[in-house]
């Protein structure tokens, strides 16, 4: 039926190919740690880089310090950038010639399950870099009366007895329903269909963006239009805030850009931008639940690694405490008051160092061929990313760096001409959980006072611990993610009004 002389001189010229592409790949001058750089054995290591990452970018970090090294990953060598210096090189290279934008496109596929529009326009990221900040201490007051309506439907504690609360859910509710107060407003926030779409969103982005790349480039726009569940959920969350949208575009035209009880948040943002440019109720939910997908999970994950980390270690509820009634006392639940609390914000940064989002982080795309300082070739085309976990666990930096210290840059903050500095918001190249540079997260300035808002708020009405050998959940590493405990459970109980 074949003849087998042909097969297997097409097999040898196909095997020689294959060699010929290894030996010549620029690539293979960089040391490989996680597996083998050899064709074949290659794609086994993938696997295994996957569930071991922690220590394998333990490892390269300690190995290569200052230098480069590449992992395996399923379907792309990523080039890990190892020290300070080279984060710095990192965060220096153009975006024309280290992409930002392209790392975020390879990785969820957005212009493929969305279509062009928020990725050749993405104007609501400027407005997140423009309106957020200046607008913390106005918008704080609003997340914080949501607080006050949602902790306690999410965390139905009383002061007779414990209640066991799943931590991921609660904490995805809460969020969603704080930040969507900002985004879209009341009475929409609490619109739980509403939240339920914009929790799920993210995770189906994810899965469609993973899904998507199993094809060929050519078919990938088909098979994000129609086999996409974020699309879908997009529709559905369209039909849900096409009441507010139609209100306000009723507002709009009839007293024009201003008038009395104006919304100040992020929906009305981008109506405004939105009236020179595509103004369709997608072209503004798209944009919003993009915000949604930035945000909520992002900060419900560091928000649960912090409670887990409080209720590890219940001693931590009294000096807590203590700074925390103190500064409400004379400042209330105000921007400055959480500016004040440089104790919480210590832990959260602590717990930011000690956990993160990521093994590694600040990826970017190479669009074209580049030699670094050290003479390291990198090709266009390949994904570079920072050694985060070797950087926050570097003992010279952070002594008894595998310790959890939550007052550790609390006291930092102590030395003079060090008070501004080591703040939760702050990045540096010791230090990037936010990223680094002109590229740091833009919504980290909300998102870290609501984050402390939540837990301060949380830390003077509860009294919490964890369940059974008091033993804090373990972290999941997949790949580069970091993600905390998914049915992990805290111990909750109200303080009595007197305590309070």
Known sequence: MFDTPVVWTTVAVIAALYLYRWYTDPLRSIPTVGGYSFPFLSTLSTAYTSFNSKRIFAEGYKKYYGRVFKVPYFDRWAVVLSGPRM?????????????????????LQIRNILGNDTEDDPYHIDIVKEKFPRNVPAILREVIDELHAAVPQYIPANAHEWLEVPVVPAAQQIIARASNRIFVGLPACRDQEYLDLTISFTKDIVMDGTFVKIFPKALRPYVGKYWSNARSNLRKAISRLKPVIDARRGEMEKYGDDWAGKPNDLLQWIMDVAQSKDCSDQAIVSRIM??????????????????????????????LREEIESILSEEGWTKNAMDKMRKLDSFLRESQRHNGVGVAGMGRIVLKDVTLH?????????????????????????????????????????????????????TSLDYIAFGHGKHACPGRFFAANEIKALLAFIILKYDLKLPGDGKRPNNIYWGMNVIPAQNGKVLFRKRGVAAQ
């Open 374 to 426: 050290d003479g390291t070739f990198i090709p266009r085309g390949v994904e570079v990313v920072a050694a985060t976990y070797g950087i926050h666990r570097n003992p010279s930096v952070y002594p008894d760096a595998d310790i959890f210290d939550p007052f550790r840059f609390a006291r930092l903050r102590e030395t003079e001409g060090e008070e501004l500095k080591h703040q939760f918001i702050n």
């Open 87 to 107: 984060v710095d090189e990192l965060r220096r290279r153009p975006e024309d010639e280290f992409s930002l934008t392209e790392s975020i496109e390879n990785l």
């Open 290 to 319: 993009l915000v949604c997908f930035a945000s909520i999970h992002t900060s419900s994950d560091s928000f649960t690694q912090a409670i887990y980390h409080l209720a590890e270690r219940p001693e931590y509820l009294g000096p």
